[in-house]
């Protein structure tokens, strides 16, 4: 390929998989606008900086240029169809999501994986396109797996499970390193010590029932979101797959919320529980979480996922 071939080159930019959002602000005359990108990143911690890019072509280049300040909504998995209004020359395209005003101004959408609202912090020219680097004034993380894409083509982590689970023969364990503000809670095993929340999943059930049945085990909602380990228990000839989750507020019924770098690891008495959460912590201190695959003695680690992704 040469550099005089620019679908070419746009084609191999297309192999990297990113994430799917929409960027909104209002016109002058107080409209809102908005529009697909997944041109998106993160920059800084401090100060909250992330960065969106826009080509100057965009019928919003004005628009957004001029703006205050906007929002990034994050889809969530399902989502698509609000990310295809967003990118075609729809008339009225709020009409097909529900919006409201976040708190600095711009439009903020109802059950996306996040939001960012932002102020305009600074424009950098950068070819064909220019780039838009907001400062977060208010953001909400919902805790839903937001949408991929890759190669012109969406996919969602909950396609790949349900894939990994038809190949599952008979019942298996289902657990979750269920996180609130830096804490995960632990619940009591049959031998006295502690290990994660697990229920059991027949064949036939699917990933929808796991939510409820966390829920009525512990007390409160639990919002799972990507995989974090796949693993046959070999002494007892048991699958298990452990999810990453969100956990609601208010009082567990039963279990205690220890912090992530505070574990009781010594009264874990699962070996494979223990590197479970003993992994989570290493992880959540680093930011990269990744899948394991293997049985309760041994296996492989895959690096997948950014700590803001769950």
Not at 159 to 178: F, I, R
């Amino acid at each position: 390929m040469t550099m005089s071939d620019p679908r070419a080159l746009r084609d191999a930019f297309g192999a990297f998989l990113t994430g799917v959002t929409v960027v909104t602000t209002f016109s002058d005359d107080g409209a809102p606008i908005g529009f697909t990108a997944n041109s998106f990143t993160s920059v800084s911690l401090d100060p909250p900086l992330l960065l969106v890019c826009l080509a100057k072509t965009s019928r919003n280049y004005q628009t957004l240029t001029a703006a205050k300040g906007f929002a990034v909504n994050i889809l969530s998995e399902d989502q698509k169809e609000v990310s295809n209004t967003f990118a075609r020359p729809v008339e009225d395209r709020f009409a097909a999501v529900k919006w409201q005003h976040g708190p600095f101004g711009s439009p903020v959408f109802s059950d996306v994986a996040a939001w960012f609202d932002c102020s305009a912090h600074d424009r950098v020219d950068a070819g064909d396109h220019i780039v838009l680097i907001g400062r977060v004034e208010a953001f909400k993380n919902t805790g839903k797996t937001g949408l991929g894409y890759a190669r012109g083509g969406y996919f969602t982590p909950a396609l790949t499970e349900k894939d990994l689970l038809a190949n599952v023969d008979g019942s298996l364990s289902v657990g979750a390193v269920a996180e609130r503000a830096g804490q995960i809670l632990l619940v009591p095993d049959a031998h006295g010590g502690w290990t994660l929340p697990f229920v059991d999943k027949a064949q036939s059930e699917g990933l929808d029932v796991l939510e409820p049945q966390f829920a009525a085990e512990i007390g409160l909602t639990i919002q799972t979101g990507l995989l974090y380990s796949i693993y046959e228990d070999t002494k007892v000839g048991r699958q298990h797959i452990v999810y990453r989750a969100v956990l609601g507020e208010g009082v567990p019924k039963i279990g205690q919320l220890f912090p992530v770098q505070q574990l009781p690891l010594d009264k874990i008495l699962d070996s494979a529980v223990c590197e479970t959460v003993k992994r989570y912590a290493q992880e959540s201190a680093l930011g990269n979480f990744g899948i394991y695959f293997g049985n309760q003695d041994k296996g492989r680690v895959h690096a997948v996922a950014k700590k803001g992704d769950l």
